[in-house]
């Protein structure tokens, strides 16, 4: 009898002790927020973003976790539809960081939904790894203290992309932008235009409202205005598609790129055949050998669809967050904030180890500078023409 | 700037954007003529319009006639699924017909992305050439979309004007119960009109997206338009889409060329406030 009750002791010191290294061993959630525009003519850059992120969790999930200290966290990721709109960054950012308690935030992409997040993100000091062109996204009173910028913007890649282009071809003289009347448009056209005017062009400009299908009228002008080269901006990767279709329909016959992006591979799928010979800003190359594995799990998990170019971007992005986190020891804002700050030289993902940049043009070195490509579609495929890495100032 | 090639081209622009306008409004009039339903899920009908010509012609490459007919009518025969459950009981309901279906327009639209993801797909087109006359640039898959315009408009006028249902239908349309006690089965004229609504946004939805491009958000620019359109023409009214439809694509067209895009939207979107202002019931409407 005594024995038996020993017995029954020893058994439940035993089973609460393993559940006790159980409860010790299970991995913490660990909530990142992620804002991308899953609706409208973002919608590839938006599953870019969420896929990406994915993949880098995934990839730490495989390994048991994300181990920070003597800790281990589960990262989960909780998305929100932008919607590419400033209205739509916003809410989505309100709700993560009230409602869901999110400290980190990947994304947004769009110009209009980092700057509708960014008033939200910096009163809570959440960190925020985005992208969007607009110089007030790093250039702003605050200096943007939690907000970094993942992906060179026309700033970094701009002036290069032009000079090659005038390099290449010495005849062009007038240049056509087309953009979206908002705060893409209206920030990335004015400023890619005094580049092209520092480099002799001839600009001619228009914007259109965000939404519109038929371009078809604006390219009439801009064929009147007898241009050499038509930039497509700070255009969505559907626009692109659709602009370039309907310019080569309406007969336009002179060069089209664009100097932002980038949607090489959604442009391809709209377009067609008439998206020969375009151009255009890329930051991935996937038939680097670097890339195998990635690809693979991207197959095996999301299928066979087209793999946006910004999605290595993104994964790097998100392994940067990690990795952030494990060299500041914890989860506190503040300290992976700094950490992340001195994360150059580290090579999480596919494009290259971190440097940051921007110091001059936006008062804060939180632009992240990687290597960029300018490719061109040769029979339906994507072929690079130059690869430049970016000035660091 | 102005030339004469730049207005012919203009009014080529002008003619086939005006032929896909008219194509998106019609059935989204004819079941608010009928039925008093505000059709706001017309969108989502569109898009599965594209979806059905993208894998009848896209995907298992079945001569065009056969694709874009056969695809209209299957998403006709499958909206009746949803005229039974859904469509059915906001009948003369006005109000109550815009919540519900906007309801199911976004449970049409995201079950769309759940199935089909949601990158931009295209369609590949049924004539690819450009056609040169003169000064003048004709993309060849805008002349499918006028030629299949001009064939429903008059396929349908014949319908209403010179059948049986037709006749059962514009009296329906008038009252009804009148029309009930003139041995006319209201259930049966109903269903016959959702089903050529449908009919008609699933073909607008097949060209449109053929034209442009397919993603299961494509619907929300076609209800756009196709409420400007009968706004315009007058809710209800037939000969008032046709109208809208080809004042809207022309004034977009001549606008945007000649004076630029923001120009166009503002004195497009100007004259539709200022005629709702001074005739709410549109061009060719019929006040209630």
């Keep these: ?393 | 700037m102005f030339s004469m090639a730049m207005f012919g081209q203009a009014l080529v622009n002008g003619v086939s954007l005006s032929a896909i306008y008219v194509l998106i409004a019609l059935g989204f009039t004819l079941l608010f003529g009928i039925m008093r339903v505000v059709n706001f899920a017309h969108g989502a009908f569109a898009m599965l319009g594209g979806y059905a010509l993208f894998f009848a012609y896209g995907q298992y490459q079945l001569p065009y006639a056969v694709a874009i007919i056969g695809s209209a009518l299957l998403v006709a025969s499958a909206g009746l699924i949803f005229e039974y459950f859904v469509v059915r009981w906001f009948y003369h309901k006005m109000f109550q017909s815009m919540i519900g279906l906007m309801g199911l327009n976004m449970a049409m639209v995201f079950t769309g992305v759940i199935v089909w993801d949601a990158h931009e797909r295209s369609i590949p087109a049924a004539a690819s050439e450009v056609l040169f006359v003169g000064d003048l640039v004709i993309p060849a898959d805008r002349v499918v979309v006028l030629a299949v315009a001009i064939v429903v408009l008059f396929l349908f006028w014949m319908f209403i004007s010179k059948t049986k249902y037709g006749l059962a239908m514009r009296a329906a349309s008038q009252d009804v119960e009148i029309a009930g006690t003139q041995g006319i089965n209201a259930r049966r004229i109903y269903q016959v009109a959702f089903f050529i609504a449908i009919f008609m946004t699933a073909l607008a939805g097949s060209l449109y997206t053929q034209v442009y491009a397919l993603s299961p958000f494509v619907g929300e620019r076609i209800l756009m338009v196709a409420f400007v359109v009968v706004i315009l023409g007058g809710m209800g009214s037939i000969p008032g889409a046709a109208l809208g439809g080809i004042l809207l694509g022309l004034s977009e067209s001549f606008l945007s060329t000649f004076f630029g895009a923001a120009v166009s939207t503002f004195v497009t979107f100007g004259a539709v406030i200022l005629l709702l202002v001074v005739r709410p019931w549109g061009i060719l409407g019929e006040p209630e």
Excluded: C
Excluded at chain 1, 17 to 43: D, F, H, M, W, Y
Excluded at chain 1, 135 to 161: H, Q
Excluded at chain 1, 299 to 326: C, D, V
């Design chain 1, 1 to 393: 009898m005594f024995s038996t009750r020993i017995l029954r002791h020893v058994l439940f010191l035993l089973m609460f002790t393993a559940l006790g290294i159980a409860r010790a061993q299970a991995p913490e959630e660990l909530k990142i927020g992620v804002i991308a525009p899953l609706s409208g003519g973002g919608t590839a850059w938006g599953l870019a973003l969420q896929r990406g992120a994915q993949l880098a969790v995934d990839e730490v999930m495989a390994k048991g976790g994300l181990k920070i200290g003597d800790k281990v966290y589960a990262p989960k990721l909780v998305v929100f539809d932008s919607q590419y709109t400033a209205a739509g960054g916003r809410v989505a950012a309100e709700r993560l960081i009230s409602v869901e308690k999110v400290k980190f935030i990947i994304g947004p992409i769009g110009s209009p939904e980092v700057l509708g997040a960014l008033p939200v993100t910096m009163k809570s000091e959440t960190l925020m790894l985005s992208n969007g062109f607009a110089v007030p996204i790093l250039k702003n009173p605050e200096n943007s203290p939690y907000n970094f910028r993942v992906l060179n913007t026309s700033v970094e890649f701009g002036p290069a992309m032009v000079k090659w282009y005038r390099e290449n071809y010495p005849k062009s003289k007038k240049v056509a932008m087309i953009g979206p009347n908002d705060s893409v448009g209206q920030m990335v056209v004015p400023q890619m235009a005094e580049v092209y005017k520092s480099q002799g062009f001839e600009v001619w400009s228009e914007l259109y409202e965000r939404g519109s299908k038929e371009f078809t009228p604006i390219l009439l002008r801009m064929i009147a205005q007898k241009v050499d080269l038509f930039d497509l901006a700070g255009n969505a990767p559907s626009e692109v598609g659709l602009m370039i279709r309907q310019a080569r329909q309406s007969g336009f016959k002179g060069h089209i790129w664009q100097a932002g992006g980038p949607a090489v591979d959604e442009a391809i799928a709209i377009a067609g055949k008439l998206s020969e010979g375009y151009m255009s800003f890329n930051v991935f190359d996937f038939d680097n050998p670097k890339a195998a594995n990635f690809v693979k799990a991207y197959r095996a998990k999301y299928g066979t669809g087209i793999i946006n170019a910004q999605t290595p971007i993104w994964h790097n992005a998100t392994h940067m967050l990690f990795e952030s986190m494990r060299r500041s020891g914890g989860t506190d804002v503040k300290a992976v904030r700094n950490s992340l700050e001195k994360l150059d030289g580290y090579e999480g993902g596919l494009v290259g180890p971190v440097s940051w940049g921007g110091l001059a043009e936006y008062g804060v070195n939180h632009q992240l500078l990687h290597e960029f490509l300018i490719v061109e579609v040769r029979d339906g495929k994507i072929m690079t023409r130059a690869t430049i890495t970016p000035v660091k100032r």
